[in-house]
C-alpha cells in the first residue's frame, strides 16, 4: 500500500497490536526461531486484525471509505 487511506492506516495499526499480543504471548523474539504453525498464525492474526478492522469501520461509518 503506497498511498494508504486513514482508514487504512488505523486498520494496520490495529493489526500490528493484535500481532504484537500474539508475540508477547509466545515470548519470542527471534523470528527465525518461530515454528511453521507459529509463524502462520501470526500472519493470520495480522491479516484478520487488518480486514476485522476495516469492516469495523466500514459498518461505523457506511461508503466513507
Request: proline residues 2%; contains cysteine.
Amino acid at each position: 500500500m503506497i498511498d494508504k487511506s486513514e482508514h487504512e492506516e488505523v486498520a494496520l495499526d490495529y493489526a500490528s497490536d493484535m500481532a504484537g499480543e500474539y508475540l508477547d504471548e509466545l515470548d519470542i523474539t527471534d523470528m527465525a526461531k518461530m515454528t511453521r504453525e507459529q509463524w502462520m498464525t501470526l500472519i493470520e492474526c495480522a491479516v484478520t486484525g487488518f480486514t476485522d478492522k476495516l469492516k469495523e469501520i466500514e459498518i461505523a461509518a457506511p461508503g466513507r471509505y
